[in-house]
């Protein structure tokens, strides 16, 4: 079984940053993607950010320029450093992790209010 931890959610001013991070342990098999959700109250989930196995990265439109994953493959773990954060970042954040199943961590709250 796998299990998701995520850290470094809070609340920031607008125009702050903060890192996410999220640690994969269990039996983990080959990895094909780790990446980030989020969502707001009354919305549906979104893909945020992802990082592939190969490197490659994806991001949502409204976030690019100012949020960037990374992955440290030794300890199977993702990072999402956001900067500029808007009051419209404010969501729950998801890490998840695509392997032979989708696993998902339990989310933390990001909140951007001055």
């Known amino acids: 079984q796998v299990q998701l931890v995520e850290s470094g959610g809070g609340l920031v001013q607008p125009g702050g940053s903060l890192r996410l991070s999220c640690a994969a342990s269990?039996?983990?098999?080959?990895?094909?993607?780790m990446g980030w959700y989020r969502q707001a109250p009354g919305e549906q989930r979104e893909l945020v950010a992802a990082?592939?196995?190969?490197?490659?990265?994806n991001y949502a439109d409204s976030v690019k320029g100012r949020f960037t994953i990374s992955r440290d493959n030794n300890k199977n773990t993702t990072y999402l450093q956001m900067n500029s954060l808007k009051p419209e970042d404010t969501a729950v954040y998801y890490c998840?992790?695509?392997?032979?199943?989708?696993?998902w961590g339990p989310g933390t709250q990001v909140t951007v209010s001055s």
């Open positions: 990082i592939l196995s190969s490197g490659s990265t």
């Open positions: 998840f992790l695509s392997h032979s199943y989708l696993s």
């Open positions: 269990g039996r983990i098999s080959s990895i094909y993607a």
